[in-house]
């Protein structure tokens, strides 16, 4: 046996030393495919060819047909020793391309690889064989994909080369490797349909066919095993997850390949009905509502935009009353600013025309709004927000609103729970509005099945006016006192995401408001139940 290698690695020496530059050179493999090229250098172990396109592939000589090789070449004798150099240069991993569902990890030639998964957190881990980090490649890029956090690289090995990418996941997900010439796509997400199973079980099929047969199965490492990378080249800052290298594990559950566009246009048909929507405690009107709407979205690259562009258009109709009854503008930009891996900072601008205010006021409003994210670990991000906000009213009591607040967001697994606060001051030409309100926000996600959720929010609002006083009859006695008005408003509303096909949403919710106050005719109590229809056009 030990014989048969060493004649097999002369004849491919030979076979290489009679090449020269521009002489082609064939390679045939075991199970009969040829491929035509120009010799390039070889190792004991590999061969490295240019195809037609120009593309440098490396082979593993185990795959090759040595015998019928030195028939097949149709290279030209040379004596004495060849011009080029044998010694192969290192292939490199060059580029990283990242989509909202789509991982892309481009090398030189064609890449050989195992991957595993690891939990406590999510991550999928890929080891490239034979392969060096480029050194001007980005080792660690964040991502807002709501499937995965970030894609780390490191020189996970010197000897053998080897380079790990590790895709930080925001919760368990199929995944599947597909082979595409000199790079590998990583597609997150749910199954395909029938029509594209069969093209990605061949795609899948040719990429095991790139590993040589002789690499012995390994079991999947627990998350506990550390193994500390040998980085040959600089330090990343970005670390490394555990585990040997194994074979590779093509996932049975393929996933559907997404529009790249970066325009998005749905239209939602919205119909409500509303037991109180003047939200009155005396005059009491229930009225059925119908919202026709169109918006698109816009943003200047697929994966870690730093522009965002939305525009939304809607038409209002009720019954038992035309108050309501308008067509409303929302226009909104975002610019934003990343800082390393933890801080993100959005820059929002804000118009909205005949829009609705959170205490049920109509107006257009026109708002500045920085976010500075900071994002603790991969399932906690924290935010803090200031606003400017200058309103105008139908009933001529314009206003400047400032506000600040903070929120923290923190997911487990596929939940997601958020705590918010925000603190603003209501400053009003009609200094009776004048008014500090307090509001705080619980808010619940949770998946139902692979494609549906649920979502509860809870929300208390308390205002306290500077102006505004209320008479209140104290022990119903003959004296009457003044006091500053007070309002404390609680607001539940519960939703379920439906999807119904690969165009349409359903959105059932149900909406529970009350109102308490020591004015007593500014109490009510208020529920609507409403279904959404989502249609997205792309």
């Known amino acids: 046996m030990k014989m048969k290698r060493i004649i097999r690695f002369l004849v491919l020496t030979l076979l290489c030393f009679r090449a020269v530059d521009g002489s082609s050179f064939t390679v045939i493999f075991k199970d009969g495919m040829r491929i035509e090229g120009t010799w390039v250098a070889e190792s004991p172990d590999t061969i490295q060819i240019k195809d037609a396109k120009g593309i440098i592939r490396t082979y593993n000589k185990s795959l090759l047909d040595t015998k019928a090789m030195t028939t097949a070449s149709r290279m030209p004798l040379q004596r004495g020793k060849p011009e080029r150099s044998t010694s192969i240069p290192a292939p490199l991993l060059r580029g990283i391309e990242l989509e909202d569902n789509v991982v892309r990890l481009i090398g030189d030639g064609t890449l050989e690889f195992n991957s595993f998964e690891l939990a406590s957190p999510h991550r999928l881990v890929i080891d490239f064989r034979s392969l060096s980090l480029a050194p001007d490649i980005r080792k660690a890029i964040t991502s807002e994909s709501p499937l995965y956090w970030s894609v780390r690289l490191s020189q996970f090995d010197s000897d053998p080369r080897t380079v790990r990418a590790v895709i930080d996941l925001r919760r368990k997900v199929p995944f599947q490797l597909i082979s595409e010439g000199n790079s590998l796509r990583v597609q997150l997400?749910?199954?395909?349909?029938?029509?594209?199973?069969?093209?990605?079980?061949?795609?899948?099929?040719?990429?095991?066919?790139?590993?040589?047969?002789?690499?012995?199965?390994?079991?999947?490492?627990?998350?506990?095993?550390?193994?500390?990378?040998?980085?040959?080249?600089?330090?990343?800052?970005?670390?490394?997850?555990?585990?040997?290298?194994?074979?590779?594990?093509?996932?049975?559950?393929?996933?559907?390949?997404?529009?790249?566009?970066?325009?998005?246009?749905?239209?939602?048909?919205?119909?409500?009905?509303?037991?109180?929507?003047?939200?009155?405690?005396?005059?009491?009107?229930?009225s059925v509502g119908v919202v026709y709407a169109l918006n698109t979205r816009f943003r200047n690259r697929p994966s870690n935009p730093s522009f965002l562009l939305g525009y939304e258009i809607g038409r209002h109709q009720y019954t038992n009353t035309d108050k309501w009854d308008r067509v409303s503008h929302n226009f909104k930009a975002t610019y934003l600013l990343y800082f390393g891996k933890k801080f993100v900072l959005e820059t929002n601008g804000e118009i909205s025309l005949k829009g609705s205010s959170e205490d049920r006021e109509l107006g257009d409003q026109y708002v500045f709004?920085?976010?500075?994210?900071?994002?603790?670990?991969?399932?906690?991000?924290?935010?803090?927000?200031?606003?400017?906000?200058?309103?105008?009213?139908?009933?001529?009591?314009?206003?400047?609103?400032?506000?600040?607040?903070?929120g923290l967001k923190k997911e487990f697994g596929n939940h997601e729970i958020g705590a918010y606060y925000r603190y603003e001051y209501n400053d009003s030409e009609n200094p009776r509005s004048d008014r500090y309100i307090s509001t705080y926000d619980l808010r619940y996600t949770m998946p139902l099945t692979k494609d549906s959720w649920a979502s509860i929010k809870v929300q208390n609002r308390a205002t306290r006016y500077v102006r505004r006083y209320v008479e209140i009859d104290v022990d119903h006695g003959p004296d009457i006192q003044l006091y500053l008005r007070e309002d404390n408003k609680w607001n539940l509303k519960a939703a379920l995401g439906i999807p119904a096909g690969k165009k349409f949403e359903i959105v059932p919710a149900y909406e529970f408001e009350t109102r308490t106050s020591n004015d007593p005719e500014k109490e009510y109590n208020a529920y609507a139940f409403s279904v959404s229809i989502v249609y997205k056009f792309w």
């Open 189 to 286: 997400g749910p199954a395909l349909q029938k029509s594209d199973k069969l093209q990605a079980t061949n795609e899948v099929a040719a990429v095991s066919t790139l590993l040589p047969p002789d690499v012995p199965p390994a079991p999947t490492p627990p998350p506990e095993a550390e193994r500390q990378p040998v980085d040959t080249s600089e330090s990343t800052g970005a670390t490394t997850s555990p585990g040997p290298i194994q074979p590779a594990q093509i996932q049975p559950v393929p996933v559907p390949r997404i529009s790249r566009k970066r325009w998005s246009l749905e239209a939602d048909f919205y119909n409500v009905y509303e037991s109180n929507v003047d939200h009155d405690a005396d005059n009491i009107v229930d």
């Open 369 to 406: 709004k920085p976010v500075l994210n900071f994002y603790v670990n991969r399932s906690t991000q924290l935010e803090l927000v200031a606003a400017h906000r200058n309103r105008k009213f139908e009933t001529g009591s314009d206003a400047v609103n400032r506000y600040v607040g903070a």
